[in-house]
C-alpha cells in the first residue's frame, strides 16, 4: 500500500495533528518547562526532566480540528505563550481559510499552567473587511510581539494585553528601488 501524504501506510490514516512547532524552554522560579504545539492548535507544557505533561490548552472550543490551527511556531515572553491561530479548511490542513473566524488570531497562555491570558482576534482590528488568521511564528523582544497574517496584515502586539499596538497592510502595491512594482499580500509559511 501507497503512503498517503507523507505518512507510514495504513488502512485508515488516522487525523493529521502532528507537532507544528519548535519547542520552547522556559525558565521559571524553581522550574523550568518545556511548551510545544501542535497543528490541530493544543499547546502543551512538558516536564523538561521526564518528558511527563503538565498541561494542554487548546486554542479553539471549536471540536474541528482545522478550527484555531497552529502552524508553524510559537513564542515566549516571560511566563507567557503567544500563541499564533489560523483557520485551515477541510480534509486539507495546508489550505488557509479566507473566511475569518473567531478563532484567528493570537492566543496568550501562562507558561506554566496553561490558562489562557487573553486573545487577539484579527476580526477585532481590521481595517479591510475580511481579516484572517495567523500561521507564521510571531517574533518579539519583551514586551512586543510582531505577527504577520494571511490576510497581508502585520501587527504589532503588547504581549501583557494582546491589543494592536500599530499595524501594516502589505497586500498592496509597491514601488521597488528600480522603479519596478511590486505586490505585497500573505504572510503564511515558506513554500518550495
Request: charged residues 20%; negative net charge; contains cysteine.
Amino acid at each position: 500500500m501507497k503512503s498517503q501524504l507523507g505518512c507510514p501506510s495504513l488502512k485508515k490514516p488516522g487525523p493529521d495533528i502532528d507537532f507544528t512547532t519548535s519547542p520552547v524552554l522556559v525558565h521559571g522560579k524553581g522550574a523550568d518547562i518545556v511548551v510545544a504545539g501542535r497543528k490541530d492548535g493544543t499547546t502543551f507544557g512538558f516536564d523538561p526532566n521526564s518528558g511527563r505533561i503538565i498541561w494542554s490548552t487548546r486554542t479553539s472550543e471549536d471540536p474541528n480540528p482545522n478550527a484555531g490551527a497552529l502552524g508553524f511556531g510559537l513564542m515566549a515572553d516571560g511566563n507567557t505563550i503567544i500563541i499564533p491561530s489560523a483557520t485551515t479548511l477541510f480534509p486539507n490542513p495546508g489550505t488557509f481559510s479566507s473566511i475569518p473566524t473567531d478563532d484567528d488570531g493570537l492566543v496568550a497562555l501562562d507558561a506554566f499552567t496553561g490558562k489562557r491570558l487573553w486573545a487577539a482576534r484579527v476580526t477585532e482590528d481590521c481595517e479591510k473587511g475580511s481579516c484572517t488568521g495567523i500561521s507564521f511564528a510571531p517574533i518579539g523582544f519583551p514586551g512586543v510581539a510582531f505577527a504577520g497574517a494571511t490576510d497581508g496584515y502585520v501587527r504589532a502586539y503588547d504581549t501583557a494585553s494582546g491589543k494592536v499596538l500599530w499595524r501594516f497592510d502589505t497586500a498592496r502595491e509597491f514601488t521597488t528601488l528600480n522603479g519596478e512594482v511590486a505586490k505585497g499580500g500573505a504572510i503564511g509559511r515558506n513554500t518550495s
